[in-house]
């Protein structure tokens, strides 16, 4: 019998104390694929380094948001950036249903419980993001659940329709947002810009960025440091005490 070697024996990450029966062992590495849970299916890369108060990133795909477009996920907006491994990363996907479907993006909430039960991570440090599709939905749970986020990001992605600038208001008040879209995304980037100025009026800490030479779907060109940036800044869900006065007005 061949004696395993290092890269056939995965490397164990921590779990903490009291996770539920029915969590799978971690893995560090490549994302570890997550199915046969109550939550499941979706994909999760844990940190570098063991750390029960790491913060934890939710990023849903495009299209139907199906297992192919968690992988892009990871592929094109997560894994070439730089301080990725300082973060757990979550990209669920669904199989039968369409992800944008209401009953299936609730599944959101299931999967960040599960994560953070099974795999630990400080739930007052929880970012919400998504592209296209993935991006309705990040930002329609968002207003849904503001408590359960400390950040939100569309990469591209809007608010439903309609929803009105004092609904954003009341739901994002102390939270910041990145409204990212591909310089040449010309079916998105009016609207993009558009929610991003709405946001200022009422007050929200909202960052607009064009993805130089990119179009709707990020590529592996691109280079997602600039996400990474905009989770640590905001790591702490804290504004300036001007900008809280004022979107509370």
Same mark, same amino acid.
């Given at each position: 019998m061949l004696t395993p070697t290092p890269t056939q024996t995965p490397i164990l990450a921590w779990?903490?104390?009291?996770?539920?029966?029915?969590?799978?062992?971690?893995? %560090?590495?490549?994302?570890?694929?997550?199915?046969?849970?109550?939550?499941? +299916?979706?994909? #999760? !890369?844990?940190?570098?380094?063991? $750390?029960?108060?790491?913060?934890?990133i939710v990023f849903l795909g495009g299209g139907s948001g199906s297992r192919r477009s968690a992988q892009r996920i990871?592929?094109?907006?997560?894994?070439?950036?730089?301080?990725?491994?300082?973060f757990r990363a979550v990209m669920p996907y669904s199989?039968?249903?369409?992800?944008?479907?209401?009953?299936?993006?609730?599944?959101?909430? %299931?999967?960040?419980?599960?994560?953070?039960?099974?795999?630990?991570?400080? +739930?007052?440090? #929880? !970012?919400?993001?998504?592209?296209? $599709?993935?991006?309705?939905?990040?930002?329609?749970?968002?207003?849904q659940h503001p408590e359960r986020f400390v950040t939100l990001l569309g990469a591209p992605g809007l608010f439903p329709r309609l929803s009105t600038p004092e609904r954003w208001a009341k739901a994002l008040c102390g939270h910041a947002v990145f409204n990212g879209v591909g310089s040449e995304d010309y079916d998105w980037k009016e609207d993009v810009q558009t929610t991003h100025a709405g946001l200022l009026k009422v007050g929200i800490a909202s960052e607009y960025v064009e993805f130089k030479n990119q179009s709707h779907a990020l590529n592996e060109a691109f280079d997602e440091t600039v996400f990474f940036d905009f989770w640590r800044a905001n790591g702490s869900g804290k504004v300036t005490s001007a900008t809280a006065a004022q979107c509370h007005n």
């Open positions: 779990m903490p104390p009291g996770a539920p029966m029915y969590c799978l062992a971690p893995e %560090k590495g490549e994302p570890q694929e997550i199915i046969g849970t109550p939550a499941g +299916p979706y994909f #999760v !890369h844990h940190p570098k380094q063991d $750390n029960p108060n790491v913060p934890t990871w592929a094109n907006y997560l894994s070439g950036g730089k301080g990725v491994d300082d199989i039968d249903l369409e992800y944008n479907d209401p009953g299936e993006a609730q599944r959101t909430f %299931k999967i960040l419980d599960e994560v953070l039960a099974c795999y630990g991570g400080d +739930p007052k440090q #929880v !970012h919400i993001a998504g592209f296209s $599709n993935g991006g309705y939905v990040a930002f329609e749970l968002m207003l």
